[in-house]
């Protein structure tokens, strides 16, 4: 593994320990030539996803881009890390295994909105804000009604 301080080829595995979702192997790193610490993440990849982008275009599947569009909605708020990882583990998962090599971005915004819908209905919002390109504060208005609507249909205080 390659050096992120001075790219040197040669780090030895100092540690090695599941996540807390038991979806990769965290690892702890020591550069042999500059002596830095670094971690690495090992996950599972079943098979080469593509995301095909409502303009057609399409790019490679990555975790990080996911797990960034999710941390984004969710900051500032009283949302865990695990929560956050479980949640994108689970969409991963979720893509992987639908059978097929590409997924549409829609399908994958619909799958965040889904689970960002149980954990934080403010995160909720503010990713279909951008999910659903919101243009006007009228637009806010008419999806928080919703959203308190559907908790209090559920039983949850609005």
Known sequence: MRCPFCANEDSQVKDSRPTEDNTAIRRRRQCGSCG?????????????????????????????????????????????????????????????????????????GQMVMDGLREIDSVAYIRFASVYRDFSEARDFEEFASTVK???????QPG
């Not at 609507?149 to 039983?155: L, M, T």
């Open 149 to 155: 609507e559907a908790g209090e249909s559920n039983g």
């Open 36 to 108: 830095a610490r670094f971690t690495t993440f090992e996950r599972i990849q079943l098979r080469e996803l593509t995301v095909v982008k409502t303009s057609g275009k399409t790019e490679p599947f990555t975790r990080g881009k996911l797990e960034e569009s999710v941390e984004l909605a969710c900051r500032k708020r009283d949302v865990e890390p695990e929560k956050i990882a479980q949640l994108v583990s689970g969409i991963q998962r979720q893509i992987e295994t639908l059978g097929d090599t590409e997924v549409s971005s829609r399908t994958i």
